[in-house]
């Protein structure tokens, strides 16, 4: 649940990675780990993100939609998660997401977004798409241009739920932490291979007031590409392949990305 949660709120806005590149570039476009770009102002962005893992027929969708609020400075979004558990598809718990651009912006070297996100439980936690009970999660992301041609992005984030619900009813807090990190070679603004390691380590409901820590460590080798057309429009598609080591060794998978960002305003 929460490496699902983690997928569908890593998306935060698009600016060129770097002045330097002639073509409009791709930025805050990882699947896995979150960028510290806010989405500038008059422009949305609608993300959708598919997972499934190597053996299983369970399957993760997510839907995102980022606004700026006046500014770059600050930004609005939701996520709104839907799974196939086995024969069972429904909706899952909605993140309600708000950023503040507290340090740079797309075009520095150095920028950092705080991220607070209040989890709402619209998912069934009887059929195990939802937790049960509301919480909150904190990320900071910073990202850090080491060259023209490479990107790196750190993620530190803290989730929490009171009162969460394991599929037989039984009740719990809940608590998670995760760290992540990714790179991204961008001396093409078409093409972009990437490297994304995250690490989480939190609790399950495994009985009344009873948890059991949970942990997994996943390393995601991907590429994403830039579609950019006349209208402005630019369309990001994008796919990893997602590893287990360490307590999640032989686990395997695949992530697919599509990302949609143009102008709200009416040009003059």
Do not use: C
């Given at each position: 649940?929460?490496?699902?949660i983690?997928?569908?709120?890593?998306?935060?806005?698009?600016?060129?990675?770097?002045?330097?590149?002639s073509?409009?570039?791709?930025?805050?476009?990882?699947?896995?780990?979150?960028?510290a770009?806010?989405?500038?102002?008059?422009?949305?962005?609608?993300?959708?993100?598919f997972?499934?893992?190597?053996?299983?027929?369970?399957?993760?969708f997510?839907?995102?939609?980022?606004?700026?609020?006046?500014?770059?400075?600050?930004q609005?979004?939701?996520?709104?998660?839907?799974?196939?558990?086995?024969?069972?598809?429904g909706?899952?718990?909605?993140?309600?997401?708000?950023?503040?651009?507290?340090v740079g912006?797309?075009?520095?070297?150095?920028?950092?977004?705080?991220?607070?996100?209040?989890?709402?439980?619209?998912?069934?936690?009887?059929?195990?798409?939802?937790?049960?009970?509301?919480?909150?999660e904190?990320n900071?992301?910073?990202?850090?241009?080491?060259?023209?041609?490479?990107?790196?992005?750190?993620?530190?984030?803290?989730?929490?739920?009171?009162?969460?619900?394991?599929?037989?009813?039984?009740?719990?807090?809940?608590?998670?932490?995760?760290?992540?990190?990714?790179?991204?070679?961008t001396?093409?603004?078409?093409?972009?291979?990437?490297?994304?390691?995250?690490?989480?380590?939190g609790?399950?409901?495994?009985?009344e007031?009873?948890?059991?820590?949970?942990?997994?460590?996943?390393?995601?080798?991907?590429?994403?590409v830039?579609?950019?057309?006349?209208?402005?429009?630019?369309?990001?598609?994008?796919?990893?392949?997602?590893?287990?080591?360490?307590?999640?060794?032989?686990?395997?998978?695949?992530f697919?990305?599509?990302?949609?960002?143009?102008?709200?305003?009416?040009?003059?």
């Amino acid at each position: 649940m929460w490496i699902a949660i983690l997928a569908a709120s890593v998306v935060e806005a698009q600016q060129p990675d770097t002045a330097s590149l002639s073509e409009p570039g791709i930025q805050d476009n990882s699947f896995l780990v979150e960028e510290a770009y806010n989405q500038e102002a008059g422009v949305v962005q609608h993300i959708s993100t598919f997972q499934g893992r190597q053996g299983s027929g369970d399957v993760d969708f997510s839907f995102t939609q980022e606004w700026p609020v006046g500014s770059i400075r600050h930004q609005l979004s939701y996520d709104i998660p839907f799974a196939r558990i086995g024969s069972r598809t429904g909706i899952g718990d909605v993140g309600i997401n708000y950023r503040y651009q507290l340090v740079g912006d797309g075009s520095t070297q150095l920028a950092v977004a705080p991220r607070f996100t209040v989890i709402v439980p619209t998912g069934r936690w009887k059929k195990g798409h939802g937790s049960g009970g509301a919480g909150a999660e904190f990320n900071l992301p910073v990202s850090y241009v080491l060259s023209p041609a490479v990107v790196t992005h750190f993620n530190l984030g803290a989730a929490a739920i009171a009162s969460a619900r394991n599929t037989v009813g039984d009740r719990a807090g809940i608590f998670e932490w995760s760290a992540a990190q990714s790179t991204i070679l961008t001396s093409s603004s078409i093409i972009q291979p990437m490297l994304e390691i995250v690490y989480s380590r939190g609790s399950e409901v495994v009985a009344e007031d009873r948890t059991e820590t949970a942990e997994n460590f996943l390393v995601a080798p991907g590429l994403r590409v830039a579609i950019n057309l006349k209208s402005g429009l630019q369309i990001v598609p994008g796919v990893s392949v997602p590893l287990g080591v360490g307590p999640s060794d032989g686990e395997r998978g695949f992530f697919l990305y599509l990302s949609f960002e143009h102008s709200f305003k009416r040009r003059r």
